[in-house]
Every structure is written in C-alpha cells, then in structure tokens.
C-alpha cells in the first residue's frame, strides 16, 4: 500500500435532533478530501470514510442505515464484508443520532475515534490523541447550527494537534430536508477547500461568506432605511456605480439598492421598500471599486 494513497485526516461526524440536519466535516493532507471522505443523506445519516479509504463505504452505508440498521450495524456490516477493513477508518451517525466509529489496526498512528452525544470523532496519522478526543470535547460544548459546531470541532483538533503530515484540503457536507437552494434540494451546506496552506481557516472564511449569502435575514438587523443610514447607502451605491448622482429621488435610489442586491446574490436578504439588511449594508460598505 502507498502511503501517499491514505487520506491521513480527522473528521467529525454529527447530528443535530432539533433542525434533523446530519453532517460532515473532515480535514486532510490530502488534494480535495472533500470529494471521497464525506458522506449524507437527510432522514437518513452522515458517514466519514478515510484512512486507506473506501469510497463504497459512503453509499453502501447510506443504503444499509436507510433500511433501518443503526450506526453501529451499518458500520459491522460495511466491515465483514471488507478484505481491507484492516486499513479502513469510517464513522457513522444515524437519523435518531446513534453514533459508532471503527479504526482498523493497519491504520497509522495515532488513530482512533471517540463517540458521543449524536457525534463520533476520528483520525489517523495524528500528532496525538488529543485531536480526536479535543474534536469531540469543542462539538459537545459549542453552541450554534451544526455546521457551527462541526467547524468548532476542527478548529479544536488542528489546536490540539492536528495531522502529522501537515494540512491541504477541507470541506464541510450537512443536509437537511429541503434544506439546498429554493428547497429543491436537501443539500443545505456543500463547501471544499481543496489545496490550501490553511485549510480550516479558509474553510472558515467561505462559510461565512455562504452564511451571508444563503442564510436568513436576522431580525434585529432589518433597518428602516432612512436618517444616517440612508446617506450612508446612497453615498455607497454612488460610490460603486449603482447610482449615477448622489442625491436620487425615492425611485432611483431603491432601483438601485435592488440592482446592487441581485448583482451580489443576495435576493434571499432583500427587504420591503424601505428596509435593509445590516449585514448586507456591511458588504456595501466594505466593496472596492
């Protein structure tokens, strides 16, 4: 077996009972971990497949948990029927949160996994132990979405420790009924950083940047746009063109708020006439022309 083949990484694995969403998150001295590590299906699991992977692990996985086997079978089941379970990493959580974990003894070390609480934890090639056991400890207390904790998790493990080969890549996988674009689809968050000096840092970054563009309008930040506020946006959309003077009429200026808002994707953060996202405004205010 090739070293260079084994996708030397840790991930976490989690369920959320309130919102149902199941998820993935994973970090690797591997090009595009996302593409063979992580695995979801909404009302159905999540699975992370690694070490000398097998990517049949995902599917076959989703399919044994979707006829009613819990996580702990499914990963028995995918194991027997594997040759090279010895080599394998997988953990599983299902769609009640019943989490279960197996490291094969060909596995380099430091390798293992935890469970707990609608997560399970794994790595391989580690500095330490305290990578998984840190990864399970930040999901179990940090607050917020489960994508939220999924990324607390790996921000604690690449504290801890992290992988003795260095880092590349990133990627973080949750579903959720309907949950994707329009509620078309149940892929809610599907995000990779594929060749990366600091992978968990940028997978950081551009999550936030799908939180702006995808995620609801807060309520405390829905403004009326008038007094300071509104100078403040018609000196920027004059500023980055949208607006062609800076004293327009009522028509003009929200014409071109509008423009502005569906050139940058934000339709799903457009208000009533008259009102503003703050974190919206934020993007405004910060563009280069």
């Known amino acids: 077996m090739n070293q260079s083949n084994i996708i030397a990484t840790y991930s976490i694995v989690g369920f959320d009972p309130e919102t149902e969403e199941l998820g993935v998150a994973v970090q690797s001295k591997f090009l595009g971990v996302g593409a063979v590590v992580p695995w979801a299906k ?58 279960a974990t197996f490291t094969g003894n060909r596995c380099y070390d430091w390798a293992g996994g935890v469970t707990g609480q ?23 207390t940090s607050i917020g979405s489960l994508a939220d904790r999924l990324l607390k998790g790996l921000e604690a493990a690449e504290q801890a420790g992290g992988d003795s080969r260095g880092r590349q890549s990133a990627a973080i996988y949750v579903v959720k009924d309907q949950g994707g674009y329009g509620g078309l689809s149940d892929v809610f968050i599907d995000l990779r950083v594929d060749d990366h000096p600091e992978p968990v840092q940028e997978l950081f970054r551009i999550y936030q940047l799908q939180q702006l563009y995808f995620g609801e309008s807060k309520r405390e930040n829905i403004k009326a746009l008038e007094g300071e506020l509104k100078d403040r946006v018609v000196h920027h959309l004059y500023r980055t063109g949208f607006l062609s003077n800076n004293d327009p009429d009522s028509d003009d200026l929200y014409q071109a708020l509008s423009t502005f808002l569906h050139r940058e994707n934000f339709e799903a953060r457009e208000q009533e006439r008259g009102f503003i996202d703050l974190e919206v405004y934020d993007f405004l205010d910060k563009m280069v022309v």
């Open 42 to 99: 909404a009302g159905v699991g999540a699975i992370a497949t690694q070490a000398f992977a097998n990517p049949a692990y995902g599917p076959e996985g989703l399919e044994l948990l979707s006829k009613g086997l819990t996580a702990q079978e499914a990963v028995d089941t995918l194991i027997a029927g594997d040759a090279g379970a010895p080599d394998r990493q997988v953990g599983i959580v299902d769609a009640q949160g019943r989490a």
């Open 118 to 140: 609608h997560y399970t934890a794994q790595g391989n090639i580690l500095v330490n132990e305290a990578t998984v056991t840190e990864m399970g400890k930040a999901f179990e």
